[in-house]
């Protein structure tokens, strides 16, 4: 769908068909999110159809990727969102019949390299529902993919293996449900790792290289505490990990130190936070917006009701806060 900033219907496409809800009412196969470079857009489903229209809804090319590279085989359904650099896609097919990390071609769909990526990963861990972020910092660019027990770097020339992080998901108390929603956050000089349940969170250094599991790149760990479906949010020296009871984490991005661990909405929380105007937004799932001062000590300046049941994470633009619920999209802010 394409719908205005006043709230008008522009036009709609049938892309596919799928599960209208999955697995413990977790999203459907419309979870993963649209991505644009201002002139078209590009739609992924978990059924594997991918495509790209113009801004008038005229579609460019479509494409099967579950046809084209095997059936996903997930507990929920395929949730991961395309990257969208320059003249490529980036994709990473997690499941438990492939671990691929693909670059297509952004106006044909074609493929320009596929990488299989190595796992030990077994059961529910083979599964991920990330999505790949892009690193880019005057020295160094690369792409960095979640999931399967592991956290890789690659590059975007080939996809070849930068750098891999494990014990994300310990051997010696492996848990077989650790299955990886939230994804990796990165700012300059720093990539911050999520894993699951009340797994581990990790700072890395990029100038990293080669098996850097519990090596000398990790610049801290915070053991126990990870979010695990918000991905973490940085913002100023600070990073903000929203758990799922919604409780509020907030550590120091160079050392790792824990500023605070505070109570919000006690209801799940699946939205990702999100930074505006010097306040940190968090969306629990039965719709209530909390709102927490940004900074390193903890204050609740606000707490609003949508009354509609919200696993979307928010999205602002120029200045107007979107919500989007099962029911209804909402954009919030001045009138003019």
Same mark, same amino acid.
């Given at each position: 769908?394409?719908?205005?900033?006043?709230?008008?219907?522009?036009? /709609?496409?049938?892309?596919?068909?799928? $599960?209208?809800?999955?697995?413990?009412?977790?999203? $459907?196969?419309?979870? %993963?999110?649209?991505?644009? #470079?201002?002139?078209?857009?590009?739609?992924?489903?978990? +059924?594997?159809?991918?495509?790209?229209?113009?801004?008038?809804? $005229?579609?460019?090319?479509? @494409?099967?990727?579950?046809?084209?590279?095997?059936?996903? !085989?997930?507990?929920?359904?395929?949730?991961?969102?395309?990257?969208?650099?320059? #003249?490529?896609?980036?994709?990473?097919?997690?499941?438990?019949?492939?671990?691929?990390?693909?670059?297509?071609?952004?106006?044909?769909?074609? *493929?320009?390299?596929?990488?299989?990526?190595?796992?030990?990963?077994? *059961?529910?861990?083979?599964?991920?529902?990330?999505?790949?972020?892009?690193?880019?910092?005057?020295?160094?660019?690369?792409?960095?993919?979640?999931?399967? &027990?592991?956290? @890789?770097?690659?590059?975007?020339?080939?996809?070849?293996?930068?750098?891999?992080?494990?014990?994300? $998901? %310990?051997?010696?108390?492996?848990?077989?449900?650790?299955?990886?929603?939230?994804?990796?956050?990165?700012?300059?000089?720093?990539?911050?790792? %999520?894993?699951?349940?009340?797994?581990?969170?990790?700072?890395?250094?990029?100038?990293?290289?080669?098996?850097?599991?519990?090596?000398?790149?990790?610049?801290? /760990?915070?053991?126990?505490?990870?979010?695990?479906?918000?991905? %973490?949010?940085?913002? &100023?020296?600070?990073?903000?990990?929203?758990?799922?009871?919604?409780?509020?984490?907030?550590? #120091?991005?160079?050392?790792? *130190?824990?500023?605070?661990?505070?109570?919000?909405?006690?209801?799940?929380?699946?939205?990702?936070?999100?930074?505006? !105007?010097?306040?940190?937004?968090? +969306?629990?799932?039965?719709?209530?917006?909390?709102?927490?001062?940004?900074?390193?000590?903890?204050?609740?300046?606000?707490? !609003?009701?949508?009354?509609?049941?919200?696993?979307?994470?928010?999205?602002?633009?120029?200045?107007?806060?979107?919500?989007?619920?099962?029911?209804?999209?909402?954009?919030?802010?001045?009138?003019?």
């Amino acid at each position: 769908m394409c719908i205005s900033t006043g709230g008008e219907e522009l036009w /709609k496409r049938t892309l596919g068909h799928g $599960n209208r809800v999955v697995n413990g009412g977790e999203g $459907n196969s419309a979870a %993963p999110s649209p991505v644009t #470079d201002g002139e078209h857009v590009w739609a992924f489903l978990g +059924t594997g159809d991918l495509a790209c229209y113009d801004f008038d809804g $005229n579609q460019v090319w479509h @494409t099967n990727l579950a046809d084209r590279y095997g059936s996903f !085989n997930l507990y929920f359904v395929m949730s991961t969102t395309p990257l969208l650099d320059k #003249d490529r896609l980036y994709i990473q097919l997690i499941h438990s019949n492939a671990w691929l990390v693909l670059a297509l071609d952004r106006m044909t769909g074609k *493929e320009i390299w596929k990488h299989k990526r190595e796992s030990d990963a077994t *059961e529910e861990c083979e599964q991920a529902y990330t999505s790949p972020i892009l690193y880019r910092d005057s020295e160094r660019e690369y792409l960095v993919v979640h999931g399967a &027990d592991y956290v @890789t770097a690659h590059s975007l020339e080939d996809g070849s293996e930068i750098w891999r992080c494990g014990d994300l $998901n %310990p051997k010696e108390r492996y848990n077989y449900s650790l299955r990886f929603v939230a994804s990796p956050v990165a700012t300059e000089g720093l990539i911050v790792v %999520p894993s699951a349940k009340n797994g581990p969170v990790v700072g890395i250094d990029p100038a990293a290289q080669g098996d850097i599991t519990n090596g000398e790149w990790q610049r801290w /760990k915070l053991q126990q505490g990870t979010p695990d479906v918000p991905s %973490p949010l940085i913002h &100023d020296g600070l990073i903000y990990l929203c758990r799922e009871n919604g409780d509020l984490i907030c550590l #120091d991005a160079e050392t790792g *130190e824990q500023l605070y661990r505070e109570r919000t909405h006690r209801h799940r929380h699946r939205a990702s936070p999100i930074y505006a !105007n010097g306040y940190v937004y968090l +969306t629990s799932r039965d719709g209530v917006v909390t709102v927490v001062k940004a900074g390193r000590e903890f204050e609740i300046v606000a707490s !609003n009701s949508m009354g509609e049941v919200i696993a979307a994470s928010p999205v602002l633009a120029n200045g107007t806060l979107y919500l989007r619920s099962y029911q209804a999209l909402y954009a919030i802010g001045r009138k003019e």
